[in-house]
């Protein structure tokens, strides 16, 4: 299955029976899919007519309380923005997936990872993240949509499944043999009163300053709850590695192949890959910093991400860069080098 | 063990369809696999090629660059992708399309003029079938079991009287001798 | 006995809105003809972004507020949510439904969704204070138009009733005005006729309400109400534009037919 069929299947396994999407490449397929099963499962898919549409028709299906998702790739997000400053502004549960492509503008539909400072900072204006899931195979597109779902409602906020061209064109064995746990209550959706209960109100706008800070200091005590509970990431060949590579998603499963040749050649050479990339795995980074010499990060972005992994290990540890951008994925030989050379004269 | 296959073409030629039936195989014989195709943004046309990764192990990067088997079937496939096989690598050429030979002498190499074995069958449209017969014959893993099985699961049941062709194909392939 | 009393559906609070506008004319005749059909249980209601950004504080039914111009779509989410049970409206201005909604607007017309939507042209942005609308009229002086709208530096005005009413989809569209006691009870009967529509299923209907704003456009609320009459309507003609289910159809369908 491919993975992109995979977030497609798994979002209907979690009870998703509402779509919205705008055709964009390469995350056509969700849309396909959901077009083809939604009728005979009693969903709703909706061609909108544009992405900004598509994110406010989320919005709808969320405050009525419903398991909503949609679907884009970087042009695509860009446009959603509004709606997801919308939808944190209202405290709102929903899906967003972006298959990233390369930009800025067009760019390309080759695949990139340079939408990391808009997804794991927000994306639109305001304060506020979202949950930002990065998976790295087509079993965790369908492992991290689920638990997208089950994260956004239990702490109404958007989450965002980060994939990109390659993951979601790729086919790969996947099971759906979840457990798929029962959907919490939410009394506060705007379901009709049925003259049973004051009106709920759905709603961003807050004139009074006092009380808009108020709902911010209160947004982000729960963020750091989620700091908590919720940051996942794989931690491979790292507790004696002197050179640790940190990579997300497809650049993860190149540097892994990196990982393996350079131990094969002796080098202490280990892998940490983010699953969440909000929350950042900061403590995991800050531990291995200790006894790293030095942290490359692998990106498919002009460097995004080695900002987070500097904050996070605290500039104890030099931290570099190995990237591939507008489309083209690094190769394992090409972060091998970099391995060999931080081993032989890089390091603190 | 890790065998790494490029499928390289024009798109429209069944290369991703071919990669999809090895994979599957390699599913059903319980092997670790990828499938990766190039995407572009001609629906028919253009170059088209996929990766697929067969292994023991779970696998990696999912993009092949140095293959252990290359399936060409145009020449600028071949002039992009002959010096990436491995040493010891097995090459594949669909010798009505490409006039050329293959300048290394390091790999195995098969000539096989699918196109026009096809064409003569009526079916143009499945040299590539035809070239799955012949590399899984070569490498000495034609099995016709899951070969079956493979084809049950990439044949759509609205599609199901091509699955018979489909194994025709292979099966002239198989039997190809130069 | 007949009393006269505030519509259960509107809640007791007093409007924010300026003396003599209309926009509380129009809350009271959505609110009766919620309580008159006893839909306000299932009635999920979208404020826009313009002077009624409030209409939440306002309406007894559940209510969410949209981005600009983007009701339409959010109206379309939650009827699709529970298209059996839910009854939903939208109630946007000028500058939301026809500038920056116009896409939301039409799309949700052509596909008849089924959703009522109240229009308030004022031809004027009111909470931004008094800029230009894409209703304003040729020649209308407004903050940003300070000359008069020059229409060959920023085109015609726009005609919603008019240019839906060439789509095959919507159900129902009508243009009325609330600035005298005939016009009102007029208006009551169009909307109600957009949510029974809705009840009825039928699909897309749209009720343009051709309103004032006297403070943008610096008239007494008498004067403004006559403005209407001098000036609006010539331009916006009352009436149905399109009742599928009565046969009136509009533009080019009623010459295909």
């Keep these: 299955m491919k993975g992109n069929e995979a977030i497609a299947e798994a979002a209907i396994q979690a009870g998703c029976r509402h779509y919205?999407?705008?055709?964009?490449?390469?995350?056509?397929?969700?849309?396909?899919?959901?077009?083809?099963r939604m009728p005979k499962i009693g969903g709703t898919f909706l061609q909108a007519e544009s992405e900004i549409a598509a994110i406010n028709m989320v919005y709808g299906v969320s405050s009525a309380g419903k398991r909503v998702m949609t679907s884009s790739s970087s042009p695509g997000i860009s446009l959603k923005s509004e709606g997801l400053s919308y939808l944190a502004g209202s405290d709102l549960p929903a899906l967003v997936v972006n298959a990233q492509r390369g930009g800025p503008g067009l760019g390309g539909i080759q695949p990139s990872q340079s939408d990391y400072f808009q997804a794991t900072r927000g994306g639109g204006h305001g304060d506020y993240h979202m949950i930002v899931l990065a998976p790295s195979s087509v079993q965790e597109m369908a492992d991290l949509t689920i638990k997208g779902f089950e994260l956004a409602d239990q702490y109404r906020m958007t989450a965002m499944v980060l994939a990109d061209g390659t993951i979601g064109q790729m086919m790969e064995p996947v099971s759906f043999d979840f457990e798929i746990k029962e959907q919490i209550a939410k009394p506060w959706a705007t379901t009709g009163t049925k003259m049973a209960r004051k009106h709920n109100v759905v709603n961003s706008l807050y004139l009074n300053p006092e009380q808009l800070e108020k709902t911010n200091f209160e947004r982000y005590e729960r963020y750091e709850v989620i700091k908590q509970n919720e940051t996942l990431c794989e931690e491979y060949l790292c507790d004696d590695a002197d050179i640790i590579i940190a990579a997300f998603g497809i650049a993860a499963r190149v540097s892994k192949n990196a990982v393996n040749e350079a131990r094969a050649n002796g080098i202490k050479a280990g892998l940490i890959r983010p699953i969440t990339l909000w929350p950042f795995p900061e403590k995991v980074f800050a531990k291995h910093a200790e006894h790293a010499k030095q942290i490359i990060s692998v990106e498919l972005s002009m460097g995004q991400m080695i900002e987070d992994v500097r904050l996070a290990t605290s500039c104890k540890v030099p931290v570099t860069l190995c990237c591939r951008v507008g489309g083209m994925i690094p190769t394992p030989d090409q972060v091998y080098n970099a391995i060999v050379e931080a081993n032989e004269k890089g390091g603190k | 063990m890790t065998k790494e296959y490029l499928f390289a073409g024009f798109g429209g030629q069944g290369l991703l369809f071919s990669g999809k039936v090895l994979a599957y195989k390699g599913l059903i014989e319980n092997k670790n696999v990828s499938w990766l195709p190039s995407y572009g943004p001609e629906m028919r046309g253009g170059t088209a090629n996929c990766s697929v990764i067969l292994s023991d192990d779970p696998v990696g990067a999912p993009i092949v660059l140095t293959p252990d088997v290359l399936v060409a079937m145009?020449?600028?496939?071949?002039?992009?992708?002959?010096?990436?096989?491995?040493?010891?690598?097995?090459?594949?050429?669909?010798?009505?399309?490409?006039?050329?030979?293959?300048?290394?002498?390091?790999?195995?190499?098969?000539?096989?003029?699918?196109?026009?074995?096809a064409s003569d069958e009526g079916a143009p449209t499945l040299a590539n079938m035809i070239l799955m017969g012949k590399l899984l014959t070569v490498l000495g893993d034609y099995n016709e079991e899951t070969v079956n099985k493979a084809l049950e699961k990439c044949i759509s049941a609205r599609h199901a009287d091509m699955k018979e062709l489909n194994r025709k194909m292979m099966e002239i392939g198989k039997n190809y001798t130069e | 006995m007949i009393v006269f009393d505030r519509p259960k559906s509107l809640i007791d609070v007093p409007f924010h809105y300026c003396p003599g506008c209309t926009h509380g004319i129009v809350h009271r005749l959505v609110a009766e003809a919620i309580d008159e059909l006893g839909i306000e249980g299932k009635t999920v209601g979208i404020a826009p972004v313009g002077c009624s950004v409030m209409a939440y504080d306002y309406f007894n039914c559940d209510m969410i507020e949209a981005a600009?111009?983007?009701?339409?779509?959010?109206?379309?989410?939650?009827?699709?949510?529970?298209?059996?049970?839910?009854?939903?409206?939208?109630?946007?201005?000028?500058?939301?439904?026809?500038?920056?909604?116009?896409a939301e607007t039409v799309h949700a017309a052509a596909r008849n969704e089924n959703i009522t939507v109240i229009f308030i042209n004022n031809a004027i942005y009111g909470m931004t204070g008094g800029q230009m609308a894409p209703t304003s009229l040729p020649g209308q002086v407004t903050q940003t138009s300070p000359y008069g709208r020059d229409v060959n530096l920023c085109g015609y005005p726009v005609k919603i009733c008019e240019m839906l009413s060439e789509l095959e989809g919507p159900e129902y569209l009508e243009r009325v005005t609330v600035n005298s006691v005939k016009n009102v009870y007029n208006a009551k009967r169009a909307i109600k006729k957009a949510f029974q529509n809705q009840i009825d299923g039928k699909g897309f209907s749209l009720i343009e309400v051709i309103s004032s704003c006297p403070t943008n456009w610096g008239m007494t609320p008498k004067e403004a109400l006559k403005w209407i009459d001098d000036k609006m309507i010539p331009y916006y003609p009352l009436g149905v534009y399109k009742d599928r289910s009565a046969g009136i159809l509009g533009g080019a369908q009623k010459e295909a037919k």
């Design chain 1, 20 to 36: 919205f999407g705008y055709p964009i490449t390469p995350q056509t397929e969700i849309a396909a899919y959901m077009a083809k």
């Design chain 3, 68 to 102: 600009h111009g983007r009701a339409p779509a959010v109206a379309t989410g939650v009827k699709r949510s529970d298209p059996d049970n839910l009854i939903v409206f939208t109630y946007q201005g000028d500058g939301d439904l026809a500038s920056i909604g116009t």
């Design chain 2, 74 to 117: 145009n020449n600028p496939s071949l002039d992009k992708y002959e010096n990436a096989v491995r040493s010891g690598g097995v090459i594949l050429v669909d010798s009505s399309l490409i006039e050329r030979k293959v300048n290394r002498d390091d790999v195995s190499v098969y000539y096989v003029p699918a196109t026009k074995l």
